[in-house]
């Protein structure tokens, strides 16, 4: 039996979450995620040579979040967030948001949807190499961002995206890894702090 | 098994910098090609390579005749003697096993455990320590695989007993039993020699095509090991197969040097060529090969896989028939196949 690149590998997530009010931060959230099968799809395509030849259209460079997240959506076949935002608004609001929001496609399943979504750029300058076999991303959600949602929904999900691994024209990214957490309504009041490790052995 | 070093390389292509895009110098760091599969070696354990094919001695016999020594290793003719079988039974093929009688009390055959913090496919040394008398000592490999010395100035005129791999051309073996009496004769040529596949290290490239179906085995085998898929193995399923070919003189050398436990994948180490001060792109050139390799993955086994037997019933030798095989276009017949599939979800 040929065991997965998750297992041989003790490929593993962890993800924090901080609210960070005058600037100080206090940890709201501290647990391992999951890696989907997403990401072993787009390593496929790479060490098959089948996909983009630039090695940074497999790099993890964006991110969603959402408002309906739940536990049993922790499993390798998750393809995407639950209720991902599915506005520029909703991201970005109407003050000055730090967070760069692009539309794309995905890939689920080995299908490219069609209709554009939302996802948030994470700046390379967040992207650090912790060791020589673990990397951090850290993802700012400022004051002005994600807040006054559509019905007060509160924030309890996470998904990071690999960028385009078969160099589509329209970039088609796909769910590397997923992580719900609990409830947070985002105000004004407050910035969020993700802190996401994945450790590839 | 997949290694620490697969997780350095996951590592580097999460990190590097996208911004070198905009550097014409550095640009190519970011091709796919940096971080992807790049060479196979093969390898057995330790103690096996001062044993089999490997062993000089004054009982060594060349040309059907009893030698009095080494023979100035055994006069460049490779050397088989079938410890395990006599002509009585019948047997040519040189048979290998998990443990070998003839050498079972002072030879443990046994390749060391697989560790995900392996950097070398053997880590015991594997120097032919029987040819420590030779001219050019400090050129003896201890790469924890076999080494192709018919690349090596200084090894290639003893590449009949540093092993693994003979030269491109045809080159006389001599067969014997395990009562050292002469059994046949033939000639071994390396079919990845002959396609300038493989370095003096034993590093053999990969095709640089994208993955094909497995029925180019055959047919694209002269670009080295294969990256295919097939219905039961699509890459949509995140699994990807890498095929590797042993045919001709290849097959048989390695089974005389007591056979393969340890078949390795390597990436290209970029830091160590960049620290090296070379950019890429790395052209392949087996003659001249430039590219420093990083181990990803290794399979291990106890027994030999290259283990076979005599057909007697149809006549056909095991050693000479058999391992000593081009597989044609249509990868029909001859050479036996390694298919290593890697599951990435």
């Known amino acids: 039996m040929i065991k997965s690149l998750t297992s041989q590998l003790g490929i593993k997530g962890h993800l924090t979450v901080h609210k960070v ?134 924030l309890n999900e996470i998904g990071l995206f690999i960028k385009n691994p078969k160099a589509n024209a329209t970039e088609t990214s796909v769910l590397a890894a997923y992580r719900y957490f609990s409830n947070i309504r985002k105000t004004s009041d407050f910035a969020l702090v993700f802190r996401w490790t994945i450790s590839f052995g | 098994m997949l290694l620490k070093g697969f997780g350095d390389i996951l590592t580097s292509v999460m990190t590097v910098n996208p911004a070198l895009a905009d550097l014409p110098t550095a640009s190519s760091i970011l091709d796919t090609s940096n971080y992807t599969f ?40 490779f050397t088989i003697i079938n410890y395990g079988s006599n002509l009585a039974n019948g047997a040519s093929s040189y048979v290998t096993s998990a443990y070998y009688l003839q050498f079972s009390s002072t030879y443990n055959s046994v390749p060391n455990d697989p560790s995900p913090l392996d950097d070398r496919l053997e880590r015991g040394s594997t120097i032919s320590t029987n040819l420590s008398n030779y001219q050019y000592t400090s050129a003896l490999p201890d790469l924890g695989h076999y080494s192709n010395p018919a690349l090596d100035s200084q090894l290639s005129s003893i590449w009949n007993k540093v092993g693994g791999f003979p030269p491109s051309d045809a080159s006389d073996y001599y067969f014997y039993d395990n009562t050292s009496s002469f059994t046949f004769s033939g000639q071994v040529s390396s079919y990845f020699n002959a396609n300038g596949l493989m370095d003096k290290n034993g590093y053999l490239t990969f095709n640089p095509k994208s993955i094909q179906p497995a029925t180019a085995r055959g047919t694209e085998a002269s670009g080295g090991a294969l990256l295919v898929s097939s219905t039961s193995v699509p890459v949509s399923s995140g699994r990807v197969s890498v095929s590797i070919v042993l045919q001709d003189g290849d097959a048989c050398t390695l089974a005389a040097f007591g056979g393969v436990k ?84």
């Open chain 1, 21 to 154: 009010v005058d600037g100080q931060e206090e940890l709201v959230y501290d647990e391992d995620n999951v890696i989907v099968s997403g990401f072993g799809w787009a390593l496929a395509h790479l060490y098959g040579k089948v996909g983009s030849e630039t090695i940074t259209d497999y790099q993890i460079d964006r991110f969603k979040l959402g408002v309906s997240g739940g536990s049993e959506l922790q499993v390798s076949s998750t393809t995407d967030l639950s209720g991902a935002l599915s506005s520029l608004a909703s991201y970005v609001g109407t003050g000055d948001s730090n967070l760069d929001v692009v539309s794309g496609y995905r890939w689920a399943n080995d299908v490219a949807t069609t209709t554009g979504e939302w996802f948030a750029k994470i700046p390379f300058s967040k992207v650090t190499k912790v060791d020589d076999r673990t990397v951090r991303y850290t993802i700012f959600v400022d004051e002005d961002s994600c807040n006054n949602l559509p019905n007060d929904a509160s």
């Open chain 2, 38 to 77: 790049q060479a196979v070696t093969f390898g057995k354990d330790s103690q096996g390579f001062t044993n089999h094919s490997h062993v000089v001695s004054s009982t060594q016999y060349v040309d059907g005749v009893e030698a009095s020594g080494a023979s100035s290793y055994d006069s460049g003719i």
């Open chain 2, 262 to 345: 340890h078949v390795g994948i390597y990436c290209l180490d970029l830091a160590s060529l960049l620290s090296s001060g070379l950019l890429p792109p790395y052209d392949w050139d087996a003659l001249n090969n430039t590219r420093k390799y990083k181990l990803v993955a290794t399979v291990t086994t106890l027994d030999d896989i290259l283990f076979h037997r005599d057909f007697a019933a149809l006549g056909y030798s095991g050693f000479q028939t058999v391992l000593n095989q081009n597989v044609g276009t249509g990868f029909t017949y001859g050479g036996p196949n390694i298919n290593l599939t890697f599951d990435f979800k």
